[in-house]
């Protein structure tokens, strides 16, 4: 059985969650009038990069951020947020089964 590694698979949870977070941006972004304001469901799917913005760059930086610094900040968020949680839970499982060891 091969061993589960964690980073790698961290990694592509979180290159998924942006590319998820990017396409629901735009979905909104691009129906705006068509739904009558934001894509129902977008609050979820981008929550991970939303809570670095109003905990962490928020407090460094002023609302009068251009937008694309703040997507890609969002965006950053939404990778790293993703990434540690399923690194984290990946490691906890590994240890709480003790996958991978002989």
Not at 1 to 27: D, R, S
Not at 42 to 62: A, C, D, K, M, R
Not at 80 to 89: G, I, P
């Amino acid at each position: 059985m091969k061993h589960l590694k964690p980073l790698k698979i961290a990694l592509k949870f979180g290159v998924g969650a942006v590319v998820v977070g990017l396409l629901a941006f735009a979905l909104s972004w691009n129906l705006w009038d068509f739904w009558g304001g934001p894509m129902p469901g977008i609050e979820l799917l981008l929550f991970p990069g939303n809570i670095t913005l109003v905990y962490i760059w928020h407090p460094l930086f002023t609302e009068e951020v251009y937008f694309w610094p703040k997507l890609f900040l969002l965006m950053l968020g939404q990778f790293l947020v993703v990434t540690f949680v399923v690194a984290l839970c990946i490691s906890f499982a590994k240890r709480l089964l003790n996958i991978g060891t002989p």
